[in-house]
């Protein structure tokens, strides 16, 4: 049973910059495309980026596009997010998650993923 634990969230101004790590434990994601995605409440979960197994390959929404980068370390299993130019609407929890089927490309849907991370809060205040 893969986990999928996130860290990195918290509070950072307009501008600012964070980054978000995702730690997976109980097997291996290299063989997987991993994904990040976003929910305020009250709203649909939403995709933030996603990346090839062996990160040859990112998808990001326009939103976030140019100020958010994903990147992959097999070797430590985790995968990262780094976040600049934040603004108050990417406050959100931030969710990981693995792609539920092997060498696939960077997902979209939310509906291509089996394991999730119990998400980390960002908030970024204006």
């Known amino acids: 049973q893969v986990q999928l634990v996130e860290s990195g969230g918290g509070l950072v101004q307009t501008g600012g910059s964070l980054r978000l790590s995702c730690a997976a434990s109980?097997?291996?994601?290299?063989?997987?495309?991993m994904g990040w995605f976003r929910q305020d409440p009250g709203k649909e979960r939403e995709f933030v980026a996603a990346?090839?197994?062996?990160?040859?390959?990112?998808d990001y929404a326009d939103s976030v596009k140019v100020r958010f980068i994903i990147s992959r370390d097999n070797a430590k299993n985790t995968v990262y997010l780094q976040m600049n130019s934040l603004k108050p609407e990417d406050t959100a929890v931030y969710y990981c998650?693995?792609?539920?089927?092997?060498?696939?490309?960077?997902?979209?849907?939310?509906?291509?993923?089996?394991?999730w991370g119990q998400g980390t809060q960002v908030t970024v205040s204006s």
């Open positions: 998650a693995r792609a539920n089927r092997p060498y696939t490309d960077p997902l979209r849907s939310s509906t291509g993923y089996d394991y």
């Open positions: 109980g097997g291996t994601v290299s063989s997987y495309a």
């Open positions: 990346i090839s197994r062996r990160g040859g390959s990112t």
